[in-house]
DNA sequence: TCGATATTGTTTGTACGCAAATGGATTTTG
DNA sequence: CAAAATCCATTTGCGTACAAACAATATCGA
């Protein structure tokens, strides 16, 4: 291995790298604000608030999981009250998830804190960039 | 729940879930280049690469990763013969990690895809975007 | 020196996250 | 219409990721 090749790759300075403890951090912030769910489980819940209603998979697609992880996800939400399920009658395999009334009241306390989050994740930069980073983030999917 | 504190909040435009989907963009280009190995074995196989020698713990602090963590990454490192074992004679709790000669062969291997997965995970940027883009990731650690 | 404290590696338990396979229901298409 | 293709939810298997607890070893401070 030649010395420029070495130079050539520090891995401290790789995007997956940088990006894998740019999250890291955010959880632990998300965390340190909310106890009760996670920040997956947050996801699902506000875009199931969002939608009112939908079934399990699409729930899955609208919030990037696949089919294995919402599953998952969706049952710990159940089980902790916060999504009610009914059968389709339009469609015998699909699975109607609705936010339970608990569901509702968890999103009206959530919104002030997940704006906290947002803010100490975003902390170190200042404002002007903050709403770049977000641009080049978007730009990124 | 007023109108003002619906639009107040859309999941989709917030730090912490366009963090999650870059992340998952990254990791699916990563698992196209590279198939012997994760994202995290990566970073764990390249840093000691670069530390020619640590103890399991330390590992894992330099790649971000806690005990636990790094012990599963290390074992499956181990198991497809990339780490070599030894102990340490000044401390009975260590265990002194390095790479094989197969590991080494890999590294050289992967920096050049290592650099192709960078490449084509900014490529929605202009190189004066990615540049920033970098920087204002690092500040966010 | 010796007792408190810290560190190393390990285990257990919980929670994502994806690939691949399955069985049942629905839609498409020939 | 019937076969093929698609979609739904589920399961299994593997790989991160972290919290909490543990025993063994090192180190520090009184």
Redesign the interface.
Known sequence: ?TNS?KK????D???????????????AL?SDHIDDIT?TQF?AL??LC?LRETSQNALGRA??MDAATIKGVVDRLRRKGYIHNAADPNDQRRILLRPTATA?EL??TL?PK??Q??KA??A??SKG?QT???T??????
Chains 1, 2 share one sequence.
């Open positions: 291995m090749a050539d790759y520090v891995l300075t790789q995007v997956g790298f940088l990006m894998r403890r740019a999250n890291q951090r955010h959880q998300f920040p996801a506000f875009k969002e919030t990037a509702w999103y009206e919104i997940a704006h989050i947002t994740t975003l170190p930069l960039e770049i980073f977000l080049l983030l978007s730009k990124l999917i």
